[in-house]
């Protein structure tokens, strides 16, 4: 299985929205309403930011949401904040029972 | 308080072998599945695998079915990420995961385990 293909990087200014995007195929992103978003800052252990497309857990600004269409899945952060640099992984359960995640995108708050 | 605390960094030789674990407290132990990730330096996460301790039932990437067993222990609320025989490649650091179900994504992380093997 291929990871999802996600933009490198991103950057938004502080206040701006930004959206990072995750394509996969009918068999994971596109097959399932099952796509997690994740927050590492350097140095940290991952986050969970958005599960099963577009559900915020507990205690996780409303700034974060998430979708998807068709095999394109999509977190956008709105007022976008210094606070908020860093790695954003997606990831997708598939149709073999497994997870696969994305490359990783760089958040870089201007 | 939810709580995954895992066993701290190794330093091996190729072709040793090395188990860690990611000791569990705060919920039920058997009602959850815990998975493992990988990130190798510099790079990004993944799936490694995972378990549902209340029956053992075990999924593995394909990356990774044959190069890794993941197991656990429910009499003390751990989950183990082992090797038989380590490579230069396994270099890397390891997370495990809490997840409600096999498809949701983890809530609750460990803090990693990093694993440096070198001759």
């Known amino acids: 299985q291929s990871a999802l293909t996600q933009p490198a990087s991103v950057s938004g200014s502080p206040g701006q929205s930004i959206t990072i995007s995750c394509t996969g195929t009918?068999?994971?992103?596109?097959?399932?309403?099952?796509v997690s978003w994740y927050q590492q800052p350097p140095g940290k252990a991952p986050k969970l930011m958005i599960y099963?497309?577009?559900n915020r857990p507990s205690g996780v600004s409303n700034r974060f949401s998430g979708s998807k269409s068709a095999n394109t899945a999509s977190l956008t952060i709105s007022g976008l904040q210094a606070e908020d640099e860093a790695d954003y992984y997606c990831?997708?359960?598939?149709?073999?029972?497994?997870?696969?995640f994305g490359g990783g995108t760089k958040l870089t708050v201007l | 308080e939810v709580q995954l605390v895992q066993s701290g960094a190794e330093v091996k030789k190729p072709g040793e072998s090395l188990r860690i674990s990611c000791r569990t407290s705060?919920?039920?132990?058997?009602?959850?599945?815990i998975g493992w990730v990988r990130q190798t330096p510099g790079k990004g996460l993944e799936w490694m695998g995972i378990?549902?301790?209340?029956?053992?039932?075990?999924r593995y990437s394909p990356s990774f079915q044959g190069q890794v067993t993941i197991s656990a222990d429910k009499s003390i609320s751990t989950a183990y990420l082992q090797w038989s025989s380590l490579k230069a490649s396994d270099t890397a650091m390891y997370y495990c995961?809490?997840?409600?179900?096999?498809?949701?994504?983890?809530?609750?992380w460990g803090q990693g385990t990093l694993v440096t093997v070198s001759s």
């Open positions: 705060g919920y039920s132990f058997t009602n959850y599945w």
């Open positions: 378990i549902y301790p209340g029956d053992s039932d075990t």
């Open positions: 009918s068999s994971d992103v596109g097959g399932y309403n099952y």
């Open positions: 099963d497309v577009s």
């Open positions: 990831s997708a359960y598939t149709s073999s029972s497994t997870v696969v």
């Open positions: 995961a809490r997840s409600t179900s096999l498809w949701t994504g983890g809530d609750y």
